[in-house]
């Protein structure tokens, strides 16, 4: 029998009981992970894209690490790839795919949607990118460059979006809830 | 070491073809020349790390491509050859990228030749 017909719930007590027993985890950093993992959702990266929105110095850092910026929001970060963030401006859109498999920035964003993994996705963002974000209702506006990341490898990759006009004034609560998953990937744009 | 700014080309290559293997290059930037737009960091080779080898460490490019030009480029001997297999696909399936649209992908050192 190789591992891929083994019994499921067998083999995670299998697997757990060698872990603990060699030393290579704790009871606790499993039960910490399972919990990080759990808590994992988009809210997390809308909280930091809210945060870039209303602090400059905040911006400055998710900008140059990610990683490093995620963990100031106390979001667990710890033996994962690192996070790059992409700025989107008046001139730059930033799209994210991974043609190769569903590579995903997991702690900010928590599981891709079913359709990031789609092979139809995946294809369409490389090749048909404009006609893709259109069927989200998203259309440029003329002139402005769209740059299409495809995450082959050891980085993790979400997408800042541009403040919307009408928030001003708005707190940093109100500003993340109208931050959702697409605009992080970059097939959305926040509206109000 | 590669720098910011450096014309590289992705080698044309198919390992695919010679055995099992776990490369991070897609297909469609095989041969295709590029910018470097930073260094990303070493990471140690997932070639080797998906068979459990040794796996050293390598230096991971952001490399920036432009996008129409990676759809566009078939020359006319190519599109006859494909007109007869998949006319439809190539009639109806143009790419929507437009000028200035690029595609930014992270490759490892040993795929990229640097171009002078």
Redesign the interface.
């Known amino acids: 029998m190789n591992v891929l017909e083994a019994d499921s719930e067998k083999l995670l007590e299998a697997v757990l009981g060698l872990l603990k027993g060699k030393g290579v985890v704790t009871p606790e950093e499993i039960t910490a992970r399972i919990a990080s993992t759990d808590s994992a959702s988009p809210a997390q990266g809308a909280r930091m894209v809210a945060r870039a929105w209303t602090d400059p110095e905040y911006r400055a850092l998710m900008l140059r690490d990610g990683t490093v910026a995620a963990e100031a929001m106390d979001i667990p970060m710890r033996g994962l790839p690192p996070l790059g963030v992409l700025e989107n401006t008046d001139e730059v859109h930033n799209l994210v795919v991974c043609t190769l498999c569903s590579c995903y920035p997991r702690a900010v964003l928590g599981y891709p949607p079913f359709w990031f993994k789609s092979a139809a996705y995946r294809a369409r963002a490389v090749r048909d990118p404009r006609g893709l974000i259109a069927e989200w209702g998203t259309t440029l506006p003329e002139g402005m460059q769209l740059r299409v990341v495809d995450s082959t490898a050891d980085y993790r990759w979400m997408v800042l979006p541009r403040r919307p006009h009408g928030t001003e004034g708005w707190s940093v609560e109100q500003l993340a809830a109208i931050v959702r998953e697409g605009d992080m990937i970059g097939v959305t744009i926040p509206s109000v | 070491m590669l720098a910011e700014g450096d014309r590289v080309r992705v080698k044309l290559d198919w390992p695919e073809t010679r055995g099992p293997c776990h490369i ?3 297909h ?1 930037l095989r041969g295709r020349e590029g910018v470097v737009e930073r260094r ?2 070493s ?1 140690r080779n ?1 070639e080797d790390l998906a068979f459990a080898r040794p796996a050293e460490e390598r230096d ?1 490019y952001h490399v920036r491509f432009d ?1 129409p030009a ?2 566009q480029e078939a020359d006319a001997s190519e599109i006859v050859v494909c007109e007869l297999i998949e006319q439809t696909y190539l009639l109806e ?1 143009e ?4 000028a ?9 050192e040993h795929w990229l030749e640097k171009l002078a």
């Not at chain 2, 790419?95 to 437009?98: F, L, M, N, P, V």
């Not at chain 2, 200035?100 to 490892?108: A, K, N, S, W, Y």
């Open positions: 991070r290059t897609p469609y990303l960091g990471f997932p991971l996008l990676i759809w399936d790419t929507s990228a437009g200035g649209d690029v595609i930014v992908v992270e490759l490892f």
